[in-house]
């Protein structure tokens, strides 16, 4: 059984920084990919970034791009998003996912979910 645990969210005014992080226990597949999604009250969950653990392949959603990064640690199975410029529209709950193997931007690739971090980004 695959554990995700995140961690990193918070108040930051808008321009500022935050960084998230996501612990993963359990078996975990090289082919996988794990990826970030966010849910506001307002929206379905939608898709924020991705990475293949082998090779490390990352793909973002537009309105993230230039702004947000990916990245993972393998020695501890932890997956990072780096969240530059914030804006208050990236106020949301993000949920760490892993799981996918053939289209990590949908979200029923994933088969493991974290219990998500709000982030809240004032104006």
């Known amino acids: 059984q695959v554990r995700l645990v995140e961690s990193g969210g918070g108040l930051v005014q808008a321009g500022g920084s935050l960084r998230l992080a996501c612990a993963a226990s359990?078996?975990?597949?090289?082919?996988?990919?794990s990826g970030w999604f966010r849910q506001t009250p307002e929206k379905e969950r939608e898709f924020v970034a991705a990475i293949r653990w082998t090779g490390g392949n990352t793909v973002y959603a537009d309105s993230v791009k230039g702004r947000f990064t990916i990245s993972r640690y393998g020695a501890d199975n932890t997956v990072y998003l780096q969240m530059n410029g914030l804006k208050p529209e990236d106020t949301a709950v993000y949920y760490c996912a892993t799981g996918a193997l053939l289209r990590p931007t949908r979200r029923n690739e994933y088969s493991y979910w974290g219990r998500g971090t709000q982030v809240t980004v004032s104006s």
């Open positions: 359990g078996y975990l597949r090289n082919n996988y990919s």
